[in-house]
Nanobody, 120 residues
Framework: QVQLVESGGGLVRPGGSLRLSCAASGSIYSINAMGWYRQAPGEERELVARIYSDGSTNYADSVKGRSTISRDNAKNTVSLQMDSLRPEDTAVYYC??????????????WGQGTQVTVSS
């Protein structure tokens, strides 16, 4: 059994900052990529940022230069620092991880989602 637990969402004013965190726990053998997706009302879920076990990263163009993803491989955690937030960043943010379990089963896991609202 694997769980992803997110924290750090909330309400922030335009131009403000938020830090999202996600911890993976359970029967984990290894984690390849960890990342963050978001879904705004009426929109499809989209990749925000992703970081691989070797530290390489991908960012959506819409957040590039405003966000930084980081990871602690020893603790199985991933964080997303978001700065200069805009109203269009408002969405539910989901943690995502590509995990091989101790039974050597590979799956993609999702967190429950955390709301980020950017509004004055």
């Amino acid at each position: 059994q694997v769980q992803l637990v997110e924290s750090g969402g909330g309400l922030v004013r335009p131009g403000g900052s938020l830090r999202l965190s996600c911890a993976a726990s359970g029967s984990i053998y290894s984690i390849n990529a960890m990342g963050w997706y978001r879904q705004a009302p009426g929109e499809e879920r989209e990749l925000v940022a992703r970081i691989y076990s070797d530290g390489s990263t991908n960012y959506a163009d819409s957040v590039k230069g405003r966000s930084t993803i980081s990871r602690d491989n020893a603790k199985n955690t991933v964080s997303l620092q978001m700065d200069s937030l805009r109203p269009e960043d408002t969405a539910v943010y989901y943690c995502n991880a590509q995990i091989t379990t101790t039974m050597l089963n590979y799956n993609v896991y999702w967190g429950q989602g955390t709301q980020v609202t950017v509004s004055s």
